[in-house]
């Protein structure tokens, strides 16, 4: 497993980890973070995150396997908002997380994304 970073950090993050399919997973998929299109990149295939989607996923992949707490998630992705963001915005990260996962996991992909429970969440890399 690798994690690579392009020369233009600004513009992709690429990460790798295995695909799940019955009893193997050893097949690489590819997950790339397009900055400037605010997209991610599934092998191969183009999909556009909303703006919370590519906030939350910006965040996950530049902590390489580090939590991220739930307060710092949000700050990360609601910091700039003139009101701080929703009220009971830990339970809107959830289900927008709960979202984008099951947008990855419909494209034939395992989820990356992991949760201590109480604490936030990391992204799994296989070895």
């Known amino acids: 497993m690798s994690v690579s970073l392009c020369a233009d950090f600004e513009r992709t993050v690429t990460t790798a980890y295995p695909r799940v399919t019955g009893n193997e997973s050893d097949i690489p998929a ?3 973070l397009d900055r400037l299109g605010r997209a991610i990149v599934v092998d191969g295939t183009w999909v556009r995150l909303t703006r919370t989607e590519f906030r939350i996923m ?3 992949l530049r902590t ?3 939590v991220v707490l739930w307060d710092v ?3 990360w992705v609601y910091g700039d908002a003139e009101d701080g963001g929703p009220e009971n915005a830990r ?3 959830r289900v927008m997380v709960h979202k984008l996962k099951h947008r ?3 494209m034939g992909l395992p989820w990356p994304v992991r949760s201590r ?3 936030g969440l ?3 890399y296989g070895s």
């Open 104 to 106: 990855v996991l419909g």
């Open 58 to 60: 910006d965040r996950l």
């Open 64 to 66: 390489r396997s580090e």
């Open 73 to 75: 998630l949000i700050d």
């Open 122 to 124: 990391y992204v799994e």
């Open 117 to 119: 429970p109480c604490w």
């Open 91 to 93: 339970r809107t990260l």
């Open 30 to 32: 590819t997950l790339s």
